[in-house]
DNA sequence: CAATTGGTTCGATATTTTTCGAACCATAAG
DNA sequence: CTTATGGTTCGAAAAATATCGAACCAATTG
């Protein structure tokens, strides 16, 4: 049978390219959702965007550029969706990098 | 009179965005040039691109969306240009940076 | 089972970024 | 002054990304 469309497919930890995760991390949407996950997994409906009124498939978009890159695992629990940072494997293939950013100050 | 259209612009130390160094570096074309030049300052003629028949225009842009982000410094030098790493500023404004993306080994 | 909630996927459109030739500019060499 | 070298800039076209509504799916609730 089919994979079912509730796992979603995550990169290998050997598999992250840095470039790949460098441009998830570019964006400022991005960046503050993955600083969101840094204090520990968060359910997605927790997880709220700059712009509350954002529609669900553009938030659903920039979970899957994320999640392809390596940067959060997006997991099913419950009805909803579970978001954790995978800060274990970036430490383990980009040491330091997501440390780095996690501490560099918020942009103004 | 106007600004020499040699000496280009470069965003102050304090002015320079996460998002944009991390965009800067998102490219494998630009990243290769920086790790080129994390040995050190080079002409750019002789900072080579993957491909060495890429149009100079081409090159150009590269350099100008570094340079535009602050990871590079594009200075005249004799009739060329001189283009260095700006790895202190880098480190004082996001400690640990540009040291964890230089330390990642190469994507394949 | 029906309705609600929370989310993904698809397809179209908008926006951003990249590429590249042509024109141009400054310096050095003849 | 002329030519060659090394580069920037501009504008147009191509390619990549982002946005968003509609359709759909799965789990929970009534």
Same mark, same amino acid.
């Given at each position: #049978?089919?994979?079912?469309? /509730?796992?979603? +497919?995550? +990169?290998?930890? @050997?598999?992250?390219?840095? @470039? *790949? &995760?460098?441009?998830?991390? =570019? *964006? !400022?949407?991005? %960046?503050?959702? $993955?600083?969101?996950?840094? *204090?520990? !997994?968060?359910? #997605?409906?927790?997880?709220?965007? =700059?712009? !509350? =009124?954002t529609p669900?498939s553009t938030k659903?978009h920039l #979970?899957? $550029?994320?999640?392809?890159?390596? $940067?959060?695992?997006?997991? /099913?629990?419950?009805?909803?969706?579970?978001?954790? %940072?995978?800060?274990? *494997?970036?430490?383990?293939?980009? +040491?330091? %990098?997501?440390?780095? $950013?996690?501490?560099? =100050? &918020?942009?103004?």
């Amino acid at each position: #049978m089919a994979p079912d469309i /509730t796992d979603l +497919p995550h +990169p290998d930890r @050997t598999d992250l390219r840095l @470039t *790949d &995760v460098l441009f998830a991390l =570019s *964006d !400022p949407e991005r %960046l503050a959702i $993955v600083r969101q996950l840094a *204090d520990g !997994p968060l359910e #997605m409906a927790q997880c709220h965007l =700059s712009d !509350p =009124s954002t529609p669900k498939s553009t938030k659903s978009h920039l #979970m899957k $550029v994320l999640r392809e890159a390596g $940067v959060i695992r997006n997991e /099913t629990l419950g009805r909803g969706r579970r978001l954790s %940072l995978r800060q274990d *494997d970036l430490e383990a293939r980009f +040491p330091g %990098l997501i440390g780095s $950013v996690l501490g560099a =100050s &918020v942009d103004r």
